[in-house]
């Protein structure tokens, strides 16, 4: 994916909230911007997350045949891996299982093979896991392919292969192979890799035009982030063709980060018989957080609004929210001018520079975020106290798009420090919206008036 393509998905994604206004009945499908939206979001994820995410929710295990007995691990020892990937698990720090892994990892690794679809929240160990499966399930005196993996794009099956090389750098005899394109081999060529990974239609293509892959002798299958691979109905497709030519007895494994219904569905083609492993993420309340909302007349307004804010109360870290990245440009560099520093997450950017950004932000290095949402969606950044709709979130109908407030603004159980939530109202649309959120989460929001020192003073009380 090239950088320009994505920020071209940016701003076409932007330009449809930008016209939500003028016209609230257009309604707006781009698939190559959804999977590539989806996609970055991932991306991001991966290289915010350098360690675990924990979570206190348990783990839900559905077994396949419910009689036979429930395996789980508490140390990496007890899966009697071969030494040189025990000695690569702990040369990448882990020190034991994480939440998921006790479960899915002596599943994967049960003899006769299970198959699996396993689901949580990004950081919560799952790649980390199937990439131990596949390196304990090769024959490196085989020189073919026996592990094939798909993800869904480039990028993200580039992110893969760099774990199963770290993994296996005391495990050299196993070789890894990139499906990706640009990686060109002849027609009739023979794979001497035995740990194949890229995307589907590069996959496919081996599989099938090429036959640089024999897919009969795959034993294990894994289709990650599933969630995203079925943003375009091409890789659907493609994914369905692949697993079409796998032996019965191969072993099936599907990830994914999120399980809405197209998922399930998709999983359940995938996957015969599966095992389930699910790790709910945590909810998110309001319960803890002081909501208001500024009357203001334009954004010049929002923006006084906003230095009145800064000038009553100390905060220590805030994100702010705009609607268009134009919006987003023009605050930021206003509140440069008032002596903030500020950071730009912007439609423009690379994932890349994204990453970089969201990581300085977390170290505390700026002390103001100002983001469109298409740029910040999925990011969680727990530590900020104090949230500023500059514009409202809604969805593409003009509506309150009540899902992304709550993503915004929520805390979960265990990050339950109060916070604050100031939402810049500036016409009767935005008050519209306020008043859907309201009527949604049954929760006032006080009108709090910025020119009313002591009053911005009692909120950070
Ligand atoms: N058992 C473990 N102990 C310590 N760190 C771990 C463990 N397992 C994974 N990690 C680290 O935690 C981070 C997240 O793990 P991983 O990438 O496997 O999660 P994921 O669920 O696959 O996330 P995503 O959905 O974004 O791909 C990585 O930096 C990984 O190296």
């Known amino acids: 994916m090239a950088t320009d393509s994505w920020a071209l998905a940016v701003d076409k994604q932007e330009s449809t909230t930008d016209s939500v206004s003028l016209n609230s009945d257009r309604s707006f499908t781009c698939h190559s911007c959804l999977l590539e939206d989806k996609a970055a979001q991932s991306l991001l994820n991966k290289m915010i997350h350098t360690s675990l995410v924990n979570t206190t929710n348990q783990v839900e295990v559905l077994q396949r045949d419910p009689n036979s ?32 892994q006790e479960n899915a990892l002596p599943m994967m690794l049960a003899e006769p093979p299970q198959n699996l679809i396993a689901q949580s929240q990004s950081g919560t160990g799952k790649t980390a896991a199937f990439v131990l499966a596949m390196l304990s399930h090769v024959d490196p005196t085989n020189k073919w392919a026996q592990c094939l993996c798909i993800a869904p794009t480039y990028e993200l099956a580039l992110q893969t292969g760099k774990v199963i090389e770290q993994m296996g750098k005391f495990y050299p005899e196993v070789k890894l192979a990139y499906a990706i ?5 002849d027609r009739g060529a023979k794979l001497q890799e035995q740990i194949v990974i890229g995307t589907p239609g590069t996959v496919l293509d081996w599989c099938s035009k ?10 294990v299958f894994v289709l990650d982030e599933a969630d995203v691979m079925i943003a375009t109905q091409g890789h659907q497709d493609q994914s369905i063709r692949i697993q079409r030519m796998l032996p019965k007895e191969c072993q099936m494994l599907l990830f994914s980060a999120t399980f809405e219904d197209s998922v399930w569905k998709f999983a359940e083609r995938v996957v015969p018989d599966p095992n389930i492993i699910k790790l709910k993420r945590e909810e998110e309340t309001l319960d803890t957080i002081k909501q208001y909302y500024v009357l203001c007349s334009d954004k010049e307004e929002k923006f006084t609004a906003l230095c009145n804010i800064y000038g009553a109360i100390t905060i220590a870290q805030a994100m702010i929210f705009c609607h268009t990245r134009r919006t987003a440009g023009w605050l930021a560099a206003e509140l440069t001018k008032e002596g903030h520093v500020v950071a730009l997450l912007s439609g423009e950017m690379t994932v890349e520079q994204r990453a970089a950004i969201i990581e300085r932000f977390r170290e505390g290095k700026e002390k103001v975020l100002v983001t469109t949402n298409v740029c910040s969606r999925g990011i969680d950044v727990e530590q900020v106290s104090v949230v500023i709709n500059f514009d409202l979130p809604m969805d593409k109908y003009g509506n309150a ?29 935005s008050m519209n919206i306020l008043n859907q959120i309201e009527e949604h989460f049954n929760k006032k929001i006080n009108k709090l008036d910025t020119d009313d020192l002591d009053e911005i003073e009692k909120i950070s009380n």
């Not at 090429?210 to 034993?219: E, Y």
């Not at 979960?412 to 810049?424: E, P, Q």
């Open 69 to 100: 007995p429930l395996y789980s691990v508490k140390t990496f020892e007890e899966l009697r891996l071969k030494d040189k990937l025990l000695k690569g698990v702990y040369d990448m720090g882990f020190n034991r299982p994480s939440k998921i």
């Open 181 to 185: 394109r640009g990686n060109k081999l």
């Open 210 to 219: 090429l036959k640089i892959i024999n897919p009969k002798k795959i034993s």
């Open 401 to 429: 798009d009540n899902e992304t407030y709550l993503h915004r603004i929520g805390r979960t159980g265990r990050f339950g420090k109060r916070g604050l939530a100031v939402n810049m109202i500036d016409s009767k649309h």
